[in-house]
């Protein structure tokens, strides 16, 4: 955790410093970045022992929010607590289901530490072909730092065997940019 936090500092000064910026281009390099043990190729500037990485990139991995002030060379993290789960038509909690099949369901968030406000809330769901759909797109009334929401009820084939992957978004109020918070898998079985 600790080397993330340096990692996301380092990278916070290269975008706020204009010379660095110049200095980094030309010593950008490709780096192997395991998160959860999965392997990601990124964009990085190695300098001296510090490998720094772009942070609209640490915002995807770590579910995060990122607010860019240029002006006043800020940069804020909301890492907000998104708990998932997943309801089938009687009221169940699942997280695998026979494929294929068709079947109804929806789904449950419990959010708390948000920090910053929110004007919408998105779910979506990839298949195992990397496939993407959305499951439910909503405005949020009033933004607040904890809150409970169900989605709509969405029907949805689950055609082959292997993982599905919802992922939930929150869209920032001010940059009106989604960013990614949480994700469940389901298993087709």
Same mark, same amino acid.
């Given at each position: 955790?600790?080397?993330?936090?340096? %990692?996301?500092?380092?990278? %916070?000064?290269?975008?706020?410093?204009? +010379?660095?910026? @110049?200095?980094?281009?030309?010593?950008?390099?490709? /780096?192997?970045?395991?998160?959860?043990?999965? /392997?990601?190729?990124?964009?990085? $500037? @190695?300098?001296?022992?510090?490998?720094?990485?772009? $942070?609209?990139?640490?915002?995807?991995?770590?579910?995060?929010?990122?607010?860019? =002030? &240029?002006?006043?060379?800020? #940069?804020? @993290?909301? *890492?907000?607590?998104?708990?998932?789960?997943?309801?089938?038509?009687? +009221? &169940?909690?699942?997280?695998? #289901?026979?494929?294929?099949?068709? !079947?109804?369901?929806?789904? %449950?968030?419990? /959010? =708390?530490?948000?920090?910053?406000?929110?004007?919408?809330?998105?779910?979506?769901?990839?298949?195992?072909?990397? *496939?993407?759909?959305?499951?439910?797109?909503?405005?949020?009334? *009033?933004?607040?730092?904890?809150?409970?929401?169900?989605?709509?009820? !969405?029907?949805?084939?689950?055609?082959?065997? +292997?993982?599905?992957?919802?992922? #939930? !978004? !929150?869209? =920032?109020?001010?940059?009106?940019?989604?960013?990614?918070?949480?994700? @469940?898998?389901?298993? +087709?079985?």
């Amino acid at each position: 955790m600790r080397k993330i936090i340096k %990692l996301t500092i380092l990278a %916070l000064c290269i975008m706020i410093l204009p +010379g660095t910026m @110049i200095y980094a281009a030309s010593n950008q390099s490709e /780096v192997s970045l395991y998160f959860n043990n999965v /392997v990601q190729k990124q964009a990085a $500037v @190695i300098s001296e022992r510090d490998i720094l990485l772009p $942070v609209e990139q640490l915002s995807k991995n770590l579910f995060a929010l990122i607010a860019l =002030d &240029e002006t006043s060379k800020t #940069v804020r @993290i909301y *890492k907000p607590n998104v708990n998932m789960v997943l309801l089938d038509n009687n +009221g &169940e909690i699942f997280g695998k #289901v026979k494929s294929p099949s068709r !079947f109804a369901f929806s789904t %449950l968030l419990q /959010v =708390d530490h948000l920090k910053t406000e929110i004007s919408d809330i998105k779910l979506t769901i990839t298949d195992p072909a990397d *496939k993407t759909e959305t499951i439910d797109n909503q405005q949020i009334k *009033k933004s607040e730092e904890n809150f409970w929401f169900k989605t709509n009820e !969405f029907t949805y084939s689950f055609n082959t065997k +292997g993982t599905y992957t919802i992922q #939930v !978004f !929150f869209k =920032d109020v001010n940059s009106k940019t989604w960013y990614p918070v949480s994700e @469940i898998d389901v298993f +087709g079985i």
